[in-house]
């Protein structure tokens, strides 16, 4: 009989905790949740709650906390509520659950994230931005308190997928000889560069193939999301980034590859449906229904592949250029990132003011080694200072067209 698994989910009102929630909820049997966490959406957790009854709901924010509470009480629901950033850290550790799905937006992932680390979990990684920020710093905790790691993000997954069963961190003597990391190029793929200035949040937000949170979705339109996505292949499979090939691919069909010294080239494909790597990766090694459709490869009928465009796509070659200076740099790119696409959606800067402030922040801060979590978090504070600053500093309507930042970013 299968084991059933206890659960934590970080982020589960997200667009990732609602997708884990589908999943597990065709699993009555397999999977108990014992913690739920969110932000602040209040009503979504309070829904939660009742369908999946965990012994504690965790919201970042306190009064969002007091009234979830005072909502619970008018039901038969007996979790505890709990807030703030030690309750999310509680409960990523807790004795009682095996498996923690992070799931949590951006930087504040990364104290529950470490925490579950610590404490040997098994922990679903959806959450990239902890690897960018402190990927050595995480696979050593995961290696040191003999955690496990699997990918949720799409491409991860199926890399993960690709690799022979006994991958062991290496890749060379696995016979690897590259990764093909697919892409599909966003909203912005075949715009004219002249009008990137002026597309609007909603327009970055339309994903042609995938729905989900809106920061992702704009790191998706920047192809920031590449970016990070090829700093977390580096720290989760131990691969250098030259031999990491991005590959603009516009099906999202092929969710990445995996290229052996014989020449062999092993994919994984599939819907682009996040309940697809959720189900693998809750299930592994088993594989388990997800509820995702059989993919139509006759409607599909094509697959184009494309080389990045790193004029158009400025953002990724900021990330390449991270991870070479490595230390403190990643960390300072994400946190620049998330303040950049945070004021995007708010609709008071262009889209192209997303990779100047980063270059900006990049070129303001000195290298530095970091070792622990405290000197991530400096790195993460002095860096959002600093992009938050110069964004202020600029008049947007006096600027001259968006255009010259972009080609600011890109010279
Ligand atoms: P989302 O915005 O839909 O959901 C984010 C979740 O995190 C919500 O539950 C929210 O309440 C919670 N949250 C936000 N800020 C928080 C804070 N300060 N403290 C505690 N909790 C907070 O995001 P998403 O699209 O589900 O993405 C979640 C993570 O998964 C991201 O790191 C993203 O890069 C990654 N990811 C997402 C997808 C996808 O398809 N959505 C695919 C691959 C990877
Ligand atoms: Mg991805």
Known sequence: MTKIRHLTILG????????????????????????????????????????????????LNAQSAERLEDKLRTTDVGAKVLSGIESLEKVASLPEIDTVVAAIVGAAGIRPTLS????????????????????????????????TLLPVDSEHNAI???LPQCFNG????????????????????????????????????????????????????????????????????NVAPEKIQVVVHPQSVIHSMVEYIDGSVLAQLGNPDMRTPIAHALGYPERMES????????????????????KRFPCLRLAYEALSKGGNMPAVLNAANEVAVEVFLTGKIPFTAIPAVIEHTMESIDGQEMVDLDDVLKADSLAREIARKWLDNQDWQEQPKGVAILRRAVE
């Open 12 to 59: 589960s009102t997200g667009s990732i905790g609602e997708s884990t929630l589908d999943v597990v909820a065709r699993h009555p049997d397999r999977f108990q949740v014992v913690a739920l966490t969110a932000n602040k959406n209040v009503e979504k957790l309070f829904e939660l709650c009742k369908q999946f009854r965990p012994s504690y709901a965790v919201m």
């Open 116 to 147: 579950s680390a610590r404490a040997g979990k098994h922990i679903l990684l959806a959450n990239k931005e902890t690897l960018v920020m402190a990927g050595r710093i995480f696979m050593d905790t995961v290696r040191q308190h003999r955690a």
């Open 160 to 162: 993960f997928q690709s």
């Open 170 to 237: 290496d890749l060379a003597g696995s016979g690897v000889r590259r990764i093909l990391l697919t892409a599909s190029g966003g909203p912005f793929r075949k715009m004219d560069l002249e009008m990137l200035e002026t597309v609007t949040p909603e327009q970055a937000c339309a994903h042609p193939n995938w729905v989900m949170g809106k920061k992702i979705s704009v790191d998706s339109a920047t192809m920031m999301n590449k970016g990070l996505e090829v700093i977390e292949a580096h720290w989760l499979f």
């Open 291 to 310: 509820g995702v459709q059989s993919m139509d490869i006759f409607k599909i009928a094509q697959l184009n592949f494309e080389a990045p465009d790193f």
